[in-house]
């Protein structure tokens, strides 16, 4: 048999080095190729791995020429797997309710708070596993990602077993996960109603009721509260979010004031403050103060009667009723509000030349110490200065935060709309910016704006 040279074979390997391919060229008639020397070819090709020497073999004694085949297969490598945990609760809050297929809105939806039980295994950890190298066709070493571990979970509430794999709950009560913590606080729970027999609830967390808030019962909390029945004539307060899925009757004495957001089913005769947003399906003759959004837009829901003051806008579906009943909503800037900007204003100029004047008297102080040498660290009047300069600063810090809030809300104001998607009646006065325009006739689907000077209505645009 004559030796064929590296010419007469040609090698492909594939760009990912996964795969090595390989053509015989047609020999003379009187030659044959050698499995060895092709074999050796092959190599110095640089397919050095995974070879398939039956498919040589094959296209050999065969006599397959001039058709690539493939014969080399490398082996992959397989990433580790990250160490990852396995948690046993609910991480999905939803602060807004979710609208029915029919319109309607379901404030069952609204999950705010996750609740789990003592004993109950909160999370699981599962270890990492180890990558394993793969090769190229080309001989090349192919390195896998290797697992990493991660560290435990911190926080408070849980037990964590010697081998660290099981986190269990220590108390009932409310969890949270922030990073690679969780903490799990005492929640206050009442199944049934709070009246003035229970008494009221004054609670560092949140508070969960499962049935109705009678007239003259007070909750405070300074987590979330969550009603699941009516709230009469009642006072609640939270630090968080408000959620009243059974809605509020509050006989013109309720009270409900949010640092965050409230979302209710409805409310009647109640004075509602937030610092969020607002959401609910109606209110009737309500006294109504919102930082942020009114959103009283899903089908069928209204406002009739009382006062809406909302910030950055409000969206209704239906205003005022076909009587004419008064009903008052007011976006953007706010007089009341304007008023309190321009005192915050005056007592940071006062407290600041205040401290301004207390200064130059420490300052005197020590140089009096300087030119006579005398200790004056233990005198009454510096003293006093000292205290006095510390109380107002103080003073100055918190109309300085204040105010810088109300410029927060003031800023976020500009541009404010009230947006009708029905019908707004007769009777229904629309304020934006301190404009009022007066509403004489039934109109549907108007959008509200402020334009030059003056409070106009445009279509809705869909």
Request: hydrophobic residues 40%.
């Amino acid at each position: 048999m004559a030796e064929k040279t590296v010419e007469e074979l040609s090698v492909r390997i594939s760009q990912d080095d996964m795969k090595g391919f390989v053509s015989l060229r047609r020999p003379a008639d009187d030659q044959k190729y050698d499995f060895d020397m092709i074999m050796s070819k092959i190599a110095a090709k640089g397919l050095r791995y995974g070879v398939k020497e039956d498919v040589v073999r094959e296209m050999i004694e065969g006599e397959q020429y001039n058709h690539e085949r493939l014969v080399a297969v490398g082996t992959p490598s397989k990433d580790g797997i990250d160490g990852f945990f396995q948690l046993n609760f609910n991480l999905d809050f939803n602060t807004k309710p979710t609208i029915r297929p029919d319109g309607s809105v379901d404030y069952w939806s609204i999950h705010v708070v996750e609740i789990v039980e003592e004993g109950q295994v909160i999370a699981i950890y599962h270890e990492p596993v180890a990558g394993s190298n793969g090769m190229g066709v080309s001989g090349k070493m192919l390195i896998a990602k290797r697992g990493r571990p991660l560290p435990p979970l911190a926080g408070k509430g849980f037990t964590r077993s010697e081998d660290g794999k099981l986190y269990v709950a220590d108390i009932t009560g409310k969890i949270e996960k922030t990073g690679n913590r969780i903490q799990i606080s005492p929640v206050y729970e009442v199944y049934g109603n709070v009246d003035l027999k229970t008494g009221n609830i004054d609670f560092r967390g949140d508070v969960l009721i499962h049935g109705n808030v009678l007239t003259g019962a007070e909750i405070r909390a300074t987590g979330t509260v969550t009603i699941d029945g009516i709230v009469e004539a009642a006072r609640i307060e939270a630090e968080k979010d408000i959620v009243l899925r059974g809605g509020v009757l509050g006989k013109g004495r309720a009270f409900i004031y949010s640092k965050s957001n409230i979302s209710a089913k409805f409310i009647e005769y109640a004075t509602v403050k937030a610092e969020g947003f607002l959401e609910a399906s109606s209110a009737l003759d309500c006294n109504i103060e919102i930082y942020d959004k009114v959103l009283m837009n899903s089908l069928n829901s209204a406002v009739v009667g009382g006062h809406i003051y909302a910030a950055r806008g409000a969206e209704i579906y239906n205003c005022g009723n076909e009587s004419e009943m008064r009903t008052e909503i007011q976006v953007g800037m706010d007089k009341v509000m304007g008023a309190e900007v321009v005192t915050l204003q005056n007592i940071v100029r006062e407290k600041q030349a205040m401290i301004d004047k207390l200064n130059i008297g420490l300052k005197q102080f020590e140089e009096m110490a300087i030119e006579k040498g005398v200790d004056i660290s233990s005198d009454e009047r510096r003293v006093g200065l000292l205290r006095a300069r510390i109380a107002t600063q103080a003073e100055l810090a918190q109309a300085k935060e204040k105010l810088s809030y109300y410029d927060t809300i003031i800023e976020s104001s500009k541009g404010a709309t009230v947006c009708i998607m029905n019908n707004v009646h007769a009777g229904v006065n629309v304020t934006i910016d301190n404009i009022t325009a007066i509403v004489k006739d039934t109109q549907h689907s108007v959008q509200f704006i402020l334009r030059e000077g003056k409070v106009i209505m445009i279509p809705v645009e869909y």
